[in-house]
C-alpha cells in the first residue's frame, strides 16, 4: 500500500530536521552532518516512521509505513517542509511538531511527528508472535507474522504488579509484570514476563529489553571462587547501551559489553590504566580481568545478584 516510485536520494537537512522538532534546533545547522535521524509520525487513524538525512541540502524524506517503504522529493515551500509526489496525492508537510500528511489520495488528520524512541517489545515462541509498543500505537505480529494489525493503543490498567492492555474489539489482551523470564528456545533472560491472550488461545512470552537486567553499578562478590581482597574491591557499572566499566581493585578498566539475539554475553576488548600496585592486587586484576574474558552467559540469582558464566560454570558473582 502506499506505493510511491523511489527517488535515488534519501537526503534532507538538519535545517529541516529543526523545523520537525525545534529540539535539534541549538546544535544544527543547514547540511553540516550525514547523520540520519528517524521519527514516528501519528495520525488519527495511521502511524508511520519518517527519516531524514543530512547527506545533502534537502533532497528527500523517506516514509516506512507497515507494508512498504518509499521517498518523497523535498518541494520548496514558504512554510515549514514539505515532501510529495509531483500531483501531491502522497504529502507530507512539517509545520513545527504538527504535519499535513495525505497518503495516495488519502487526507490523513490530527498528525504530529514525535522523535522515535525504541519501542517496548515482547515475543514467544510455538506459534512465534510479538507485540511492540510505540508511541501511541500497538502493533501485533501472530502466527510467524502472518496476522498483523497496527492498533491504537489502550489506555494500561493496573493490576498489582501486572499491567494490562485490553482491546475487546479483537479478542486481545496483553499482560506484563516485572518478573525474569528465559526464553524457552535460545534462555534468553528478559526483564519482564508476558502473556498474550485472543479470542482463541493464551501464549507465554518475555517482554523488555535484556540490558535493563544488567545495567546499574555492581560490586564483585566472587570471581573465579574466591572473595576480592579486602582493601582492594572489584567494582563493575553496565550502561544501557552496554558500556562496561570499572576497578580491578588496582586499575580502573573500560569496554563494551553486548548480548545477542541467542543471548550469548560478548565482553571486549577492555582498555585499562597502567597504575602499579601491591603484589597482591596486581594478581587479583590479572585474574579478574582473565576470568571477566572468559564470559559468555548471565543470569540474576534468586537474591538479585549479577551471575556472570563461561557456558555452565559460575565465573564472576556480583551485587547491588
Known sequence: MYRVPHSPSIALTFALMALACPGFADDTSLGDSAETKSYRMICASEAFDVTFAGEV???????????????????????????ATEDESTLVWVKGSAAVVSLNGMPLTDCRLEPLTAPWSAQGNEPGWRVQLTGERILFDLNYGEDRLDLRQPDPVQDGARTIYAIPAFGLTLTRQDALCYDDM???????????????????????????????????????????????????????????????????????????????????????????????????????????????????????????????????????
Not at 507497515?66 to 518541494?75: A, E, G, K, N, Q
Not at 528478559?190 to 537486567?213: I, K, N, S
Not at 543471548?263 to 582498555?271: D, M, N, S, W, Y
Open 57 to 83: 541540502a534537502g533532497e528527500a524524506l523517506v516514509v516506512t509505513t507497515d507494508s512498504d517503504s518509499f521517498t518523497l522529493p523535498h518541494v520548496p515551500s514558504a512554510d515549514g517542509a514539505k515532501f
Open 186 to 320: 535460545s534462555g534468553r533472560p528478559y526483564p519482564q514476563t508476558v502473556t498474550l491472550t485472543t479470542a482463541t488461545a493464551e501464549f507465554r512470552g518475555c517482554g523488555g529489553d535484556t540490558m535493563a537486567l544488567l545495567q546499574g553499578d555492581w560490586q564483585v562478590k566472587d570471581h573465579a571462587g574466591r572473595p576480592p581482597l579486602a582493601a582492594h574491591p572489584i567494582t563493575l557499572a553496565i550502561t544501557d547501551s552496554g558500556q562496561l566499566s570499572g576497578s580491578t581493585g588496582c586499575n580502573r578498566f573500560a569496554g563494551q559489553m553486548s548480548i545477542t539475539g541467542e543471548g550469548q554475553v560478548i565482553i571486549g576488548p577492555l582498555a585499562t590504566t597502567r597504575m602499579a600496585c601491591a603484589m597482591d592486587a596486581m594478581q587479583q586484576e590479572h585474574d579478574f580481568l582473565a576470568t571477566l574474558a572468559t564470559v559468555d552467559r548471565f543470569d540474576i540469582n534468586e537474591a538479585g545478584d549479577l551471575v556472570l558464566m563461561h557456558g555452565n560454570e559460575v565465573v564472576i558473582i556480583a551485587g547491588r
